[in-house]
């Protein structure tokens, strides 16, 4: 496994470009106006596409719009939405009402307003939606996080005064990093990340820095800015606000657009596909298409203006956008307990229910990094290949390289009859394989721990003893003196999972870290110790005679879940 | 013809089909007609015809690929499936993003890892199938990708008569350009959306043609003809359903409409192998004899395995697999069928 090789005395890899003034992400800061006037206006012309240009169409979405808005402030109001917003909505109630009264239209009809109100509603979301990059607030973040989690790790290592300990000693980064700078250079990066706890944000932002990235803008759940002191610094690193809450056209569309404009002004970009985080612990095997489809659409965007630039069918200078995927594997999980609580529930319905009123998974975030740091455990960031927007892999010189291992021009996939068109449906469909590469990706970029394998081992050993009579959700109340798996037969079929493992490494569907390989014993120890760190019950620990057992099988199938989808549980 | 000088289409394969498709664009461009044998290709730039077909004035055979691939946009692939793979591993240099890809072959690859093999009777699974679309997706960069098929018996088109055929794929601009292609007064294509679908109902449909053509070979009648294609049906859409196929494409042109033209009419050739078979020739022979590829004897034992894999109940499936595999007796096969308890109508909807 190809850990980082550590460039300055912090451990991090210099800056790509040292100048922030030359980062995309500044310049866009810089041009905020102009950029959320194009913004608005570019969202209002792709909305009455998509509505026909029917006046009809578009009242209806207005009023729409009003009706879900007005739910939301009254049912899910938070301390980060704008004090005006119900005198504006207020406003918009009125003026369709009243312009219908006053000129006799019946209620529903379209409305002289209506163009004025599209535009207010458009250029409300438009001027909510961008953060502001500032380099002072970046420059401070990136110290304090070196630094802060240094001592932090430090000292719960229990050396304060001594620096032994870096962040790139518990946060390893894999893959070709010297490949990912060069891209960063050459084109448009879009990460994405698998997700599986609300920590992936920092880690992230930790290994951008490391890697001596630029910040990349990133999405980030409103929420997140109900913390004054979180939002600052989120909005000052240049998150823009993503409001999970509103779902009406306008909204999604405006976001939609903001997206696809950074990524065309060259602005790397991170977004986690899944959407979510992953509920049931798995890898992400369905994505949420929407901002990739902002990435393919901004790809063909960059061609269309690269061909007409050069007027001829030489696409070739044209800003190219790269797919970084990336794999973030964790021994524990913050929040474990409650995701996979979450997942149940939605997914057993009526086949599961709670045998205690009491979960005792919740957990303070510092209770979390204290025993993380202290138990010397490890997160494992893992860089997949960097692939174009249809999955072909990258050279360094960015080019796309086809199976055989040839160059290939990508610009001519929206080549129809001889010129670069535009064709929502190809888009969508590109986007779609974008999807399905990725998930490809994660699979192959995934690299398995000890926990992970210890989990699924056992959770799968029970499920083959009792899986005849009982289904998932029998299976997770299995009585507990139903759960000792002795011991020999356990380490003998962790071993011969971990072979086949090993197998499929050497093949390059997956990867292994380091404490995999060697003396099984030791491995299924390492396993144990690390799934059992953090949570009080223990999703798998040693009995008194030495056998294997679990005090939490619902944390033991989230965990487990985590190897599913590579056919191993043939080999129980 | 202002068409004829902007469009230059490709056909690969010059088998009957292949002709035959090749006319039918020549109608609305130039064509050129790719074969792997030089003296096939020599022939047809002598003599004009190919495969009993006389060929339109716009078509030209070719063997030389780069050229064709340069010239042609729009290709379709009409080879048998076995050699599918090779033949796009063989266009995979030249072939480019731009191109589009519709290809006509009714039939299935085993996808196996290397070591692997499956023997006849063994279990299959989705994962070791691979349709044609996959096989290009797989082999060439070629994303925009389509499937040609429906009732279409190389003879009757070439004799211009009216016929409906279906193109499947994913992007709707496959569809649009396919159908603009093809477009003709005596064919009609209808577009769909369900690549699988429309795959598999194509594949599934040579296995009932094998068994009709049985039944018209034992001088049996349109009862037992009728009794064939709706419980045939039934199991091509379990089948279909097993490999993750809807059900709807085995309803339309590709499915209901394929299913009824192969088994009622001689001029199939998986038709004619279950005619023979009845008549008391061996299947070796017959083989021999062809001078085209049958697909459904393939389809036989690959929808087999797909059956027993899944646990899906396929009595017509059994009774061919025993009659083509394991030396049943015709009458021994009828016997199993009749005497197998069906016990619920249109069990597959």
Redesign the interface.
């Known amino acids: 496994m190809a850990l980082i090789h550590q460039q300055n005395k912090q451990g991090l890899y210099n800056l790509v470009i040292p100048d922030i003034e030359q980062w995309p992400i500044y310049l866009l800061s810089k041009d905020r106006a102009p950029f959320i006037e194009e913004l608005i206006s570019n969202s209002m012309a792709h909305i009455r596409e998509l509505l026909d240009d029917s006046k009809q169409k578009l009242h209806d979405e207005i009023a729409r719009a009003l009706y879900m808005e007005r739910i939301r402030m009254k049912t899910e109001h938070w301390r980060v939405d704008p004090p005006d917003e119900r005198g504006f909505w207020r406003k918009v109630n009125e003026t369709i009402a009243h312009i219908s009264t006053q000129k006799g239209i019946p209620i529903g009809q379209p409305t002289d307003e209506d163009a004025r109100l599209f535009h207010e509603i458009v250029a409300r979301y438009a001027n909510e939606i961008p953060g502001i990059f500032s380099p002072n607030t970046y420059r401070f973040a990136s110290r304090v996080v070196t630094f802060g989690f240094a001592r932090l790790l430090n000292t719960a290592s229990g050396i304060f005064f001594k620096n032994e300990f870096r962040l790139g000693d518990r946060l390893k980064i894999t893959g070709n990093i010297e490949k990912i700078r060069e891209l960063a250079l050459k084109g448009t990066l879009i990460m994405t990340p698998t997700h599986s706890s609300n920590l992936d944000s920092l880690v992230m932002g930790w290994a951008i820095d490391a890697i001596g990235l630029p910040p990349f803008l990133y999405g980030a759940g409103l929420n997140l800015f109900n913390s004054r002191i979180f939002g600052f610094f989120m909005e000052r690193l240049g998150a823009y606000k993503v409001d999970r809450r509103k779902k009406n056209l306008f909204y999604l569309e405006t976001l939609k657009m903001y997206s696809r404009m950074v990524i065309e002004r060259g602005c790397h970009s991170l977004f986690f596909p899944g959407g979510t985080r992953s509920r049931n612990g798995a890898l992400e095997n369905q994505l949420k298409l929407g901002l990739l489809g902002s990435a393919v659409e901004a790809q063909r965007l960059n061609f269309m203006r690269g061909t007409t630039e050069t007027m001829g069918f030489d696409a070739s200078h044209a800003k190219k956008i790269f797919v970084l995927p990336v794999v973030l594997n964790y021994h524990f999980v913050l929040e474990a307990a409650s995701l996979i609580e979450e997942y149940l529930k939605r997914s057993g319905k009526e086949k599961y229910y709670i045998d205690r009123e009491e979960f005792p998974g919740t957990r303070l975030l510092t209770t979390f990094l204290w025993k993380f740091f202290a138990a010397k455990s490890e997160v494992i960031l893992s860089f997949g290949e960097p692939m174009d927007i ?1 999955g ?1 892999p990258i050279d360094e010189q960015g080019n796309s390289i ?3 291992g ?1 160059c ?6 929206f ?4 010129i670069i068109t535009k ?1 929502r ?2 888009d969508e ?2 986007t ?2 974008l999807g399905n590469k990725l998930v490809e990706s994660f699979m192959r970029t995934n690299t398995v721990l000890s926990s992970h394998l210890v989990a699924f081992t056992a959770f799968e050993i029970l499920a083959r003893k009792h899986g005849r009579r009982l289904d998932l959700y029998g299976l997770l109340r299995l009585p507990e003196e139903d759960r000792t798996i002795p011991y020999t037969q356990y380490a003998k079929v962790t071993e011969h999972v971990r072979d086949a493992l090993r197998h499929m490494a050497d093949m390059g569907k997956v990867q292994l870290a380091n404490h995999m390989y060697g003396d099984i014993n030791r491995l299924i120890k390492h396993g144990l110790t690390n799934l059992g760190v953090y949570h009080t019950q223990q999703p798998l620990a040693y009995d008194p005679d030495g056998n294997i057992t679990s005090q939490d099988m619902n944390l033991l199938y989230f965990y487990h879940n985590r190897l599913t989808g590579y056919d191993l549980e043939q080999l129980i | 013809m202002q068409h004829a000088q902007e469009f230059t289409y490709g056909v690969i394969g010059a088998g009957s089909f292949g002709t035959a498709v090749a006319n039918i664009l020549a109608e609305n461009g130039h064509v050129l007609l790719f074969t792997r044998r030089p003296e096939a290709c020599r022939e047809m730039l002598t003599q004009r015809t190919n495969r009993g077909q006389q060929l339109h004035p716009h078509v030209t055979p070719t063997i030389d690929i780069p050229d064709f691939c340069n010239r042609c946009r729009l290709i379709f692939p009409v080879v048998p499936s076995a050699g599918f793979r090779e033949v796009m591993q063989q266009f995979s240099a030249c072939l480019q993003p731009h191109h589009i890809l519709i290809h006509g072959t009714k039939g299935l690859n085993l996808h196996l890892l290397p070591g692997e093999e499956i023997h006849p009777g063994q279990p299959v699974s989705r994962q070791q199938i691979c349709t044609m679309t996959e096989i290009i997706l797989q082999e060439t960069v070629v994303l925009r990708v389509g499937c040609l098929s429906g009732p279409n018996l190389a003879k009757e088109i070439a004799q211009g008569q009216p016929a409906a055929t279906v193109i499947a794929s994913r992007f709707t601009e496959v569809i649009e350009q396919g159908r603009e292609a093809l477009k003709s007064p005596r064919f009609k294509v209808y577009g769909s959306n369900d690549v699988t679908g429309v795959e598999f109902a194509g594949v599934l449909k040579n296995v009932m043609a094998i068994a009709s053509g049985i039944l018209s070979g034992l001088g049996l009648g349109e009862n037992a003809k009728a009794m064939l294609i709706s419980r045939g049906l039934g199991e091509m859409v379990k089948i279909g359903r097993a490999l993750g196929a809807d059900s709807s494409a085995f309803f339309g042109i590709a499915g209901i409409g394929d299913l009824i033209a192969t088994c009622s009419s001689s001029l199939s050739r998986n038709f004619s192998v279950g005619f023979r078979l009845a008549k008391g020739e061996l299947l070796p022979d017959i083989l021999a004899d062809m001078n085209e590829v049958v697909e459904g004897i393939n389809t036989v034992k690959l929808a087999k395995g797909v059956s027993l894999y899944y646990h899906i109940e396929t009595p017509i499936v059994e009774a061919l697999y025993q009659t083509l595999y394991n030396n049943q007796t015709i009458p021994q096969s009828l016997n199993y069928l009749m005497n197998y308890s069906f016990d619920k109508d249109a069990d597959f909807l």
């Open positions: 249809f072909h086809d199976q055989h040839n290939i021009d990508i610009s001519r996939y080549v129809s009859r001889g064709d449906q190809r469909e590109y779609r394989l």
